[in-house]
Nanobody, 127 residues
């Protein structure tokens, strides 16, 4: 089992920045691919970033956040981060971190492929 706890959400004006953190406990953190997803009310849960477990730390971002969001991980601290810059009102959502054991660019955004989820943290961006 892996337990995930997100923090760092809050309210910010458009153009501002936030950094989310996800602390993991349980099994060996470095063995897991980590992803950040978000879900707005009435909408599907969508991926915003993912980072592999391998030494080169391959990252994935959808076009909607590319160039604005940065995912990173600190295996010594069992923590994955999501730096969000130039935030827009459409970024408003509950943000979740998630973990899976395999990396596949074809399925990196598939919710069901992630075995463990945090409880989510709210991000609100006002115009």
């Amino acid at each position: 089992q892996v337990q995930l706890v997100e923090s760092g959400g809050g309210s910010v004006q458009a153009g501002g920045s936030l950094r989310l953190s996800c602390a993991a406990s349980g099994r060996t953190f470095s063995n897991y691919v980590m992803g950040w997803f978000r879900q707005a009310p009435g909408k599907e849960r969508n991926i915003v970033a993912a980072i592999s477990w391998s030494r080169d730390y391959t990252n994935y971002y959808p076009d909607s956040v590319k160039g604005r969001f940065i995912i990173s991980r600190d295996n010594a601290k069992n923590t994955v981060y999501l730096q969000m810059n130039n935030l827009k009102p459409e970024d408003t959502a509950v943000y979740y971190c998630a973990a899976r054991s395999d990396w596949s660019i074809l399925t990196v955004g598939v919710v069901s492929r992630y075995s463990y989820w945090g409880q989510g943290t709210q991000v609100t961006v006002s115009s």
